[in-house]
């Protein structure tokens, strides 16, 4: 008689390495993206400040007119590390909110009956984004505030955390 192996030891295992591997693509691909996602968001911003401006002085007053332009005007003034400005909430954001995700998928699905139809997958998505995202969002309100320029707004992560 051949031993069976114990299920739920291995069913635990496998959803630890899912939240694993998820958190640290994403994370990791997160992070690799930080630049483009500061001058992303600088221009964001750049825009907004540019509705409180008359048309005349909307043309000529870009702070940052283009991707290209946009990198270099932060290279040349900050230097390389302008481009990394809110890597670390932000990688700590995406590595959180996807593996909460992925981890939390499975256990809503079989708490809703464990059914592969797609109202049920649709739910346990819902819900899993849902409270990955309440977590993960003041990590990503942090990263933002720091790729704004301006003055530096925290002193680190964690002055960054307590104040949100």
């Known amino acids: 008689m051949a031993v069976q192996p114990n299920l739920p030891t291995a069913n635990k295992s496998n959803e630890l390495l899912r939240f694993f591997f998820a958190s640290f693509s994403q994370g990791f691909t997160g992070f690799c993206t930080n ?9 964001q911003v ?16 870009r702070y940052y007119q283009g991707f290209i332009r ?3 005007r932060i290279v040349r003034e900050e230097g390389l590390a302008g481009l990394m400005r809110g890597a670390v909430p932000g990688t700590l954001r995406d590595a959180t909110y996807s593996g909460m995700r992925i981890y939390l998928y499975e256990p809503f699905k079989n708490l809703l009956g464990g059914g592969n139809n797609l109202h049920t997958k649709i739910i346990a998505g819902i819900f899993s984004g849902a409270i990955s995202s309440f977590f993960a969002t003041p990590l990503d309100v942090v990263k933002i505030r720091l ?4 003055e530096r707004r925290y002193r680190g992560l964690m002055h960054g955390l307590i104040d949100v």
């Open 46 to 61: 750049d825009g907004e400040l540019q509705k409180t401006r008359s048309v005349g002085e909307q043309m000529h007053n």
């Open 70 to 72: 946009g990198t270099l």
């Open 147 to 150: 790729q704004v320029k301006g």
């Open 35 to 43: 630049p483009i996602d500061v001058i992303k968001t600088r221009m």
